[in-house]
């Protein structure tokens, strides 16, 4: 039985789809850890480009023989949520200034595209956790 690689990193960062270069942020965060950014650029770029000029969350876990794996989570829920709502960004005051208004139904279709990375059991619960976030960001809930 092969022994497990030792991880030695997680690195967590917030990439257009599609667009990853060799120039930061990838390619500095990449380089402190020594590893060859062509091997993570190229497959990055192919694998996203559905979500292309979008911010995607990409998990990079690095091992001690410079080898890594990387998972991408697609949109961040805040992004998701000023889509819907179409603003261009939440509230510096979110108790006092609202930005806007976010539906019912509009929280359950972001929390169905997220479930899977949510910390939520059912739907009713990740509703919770994207309405949280909206009301976090000076969005009105209803309902």
């Known amino acids: 039985m092969a022994e497990a690689k030792k991880c030695i ?4 960062l917030r990439i257009p789809g599609g667009k990853a ?8 965060t990449l380089g402190q850890w ?20 979008k911010n995607v969350i990409v998990h990079i876990k690095v091992y ?12 961040p829920v805040d992004d998701l ?11 510096g005051k979110p108790n006092l200034e ?19 990375q ?3 059991v059912d739907l009713d619960g990740a509703v919770k956790v994207v309405a949280g976030t909206a009301r976090s960001m000076g969005v009105e809930v209803e309902g």
């Open 21 to 28: 270069t060799a120039g930061p942020p990838v390619g500095s």
């Open 98 to 116: 609202k930005v806007g208004k976010i539906s019912h139904a509009q929280l359950e279709e972001i929390a169905k595209a997220k479930m899977d």
């Open 9 to 12: 990193g997680n690195l967590k």
């Open 81 to 91: 949520i000023r889509e819907a709502i179409k603003i261009q960004k939440g509230s």
């Open 64 to 75: 001690e023989d410079r080898t890594f794996d990387w998972v991408c989570l697609g949109q």
């Open 34 to 53: 020594g590893l060859n950014m062509m091997d993570f650029i190229n497959p990055f770029n192919e694998a996203t480009k559905d979500y292309m000029g």
């Open 118 to 120: 949510l910390n939520a």
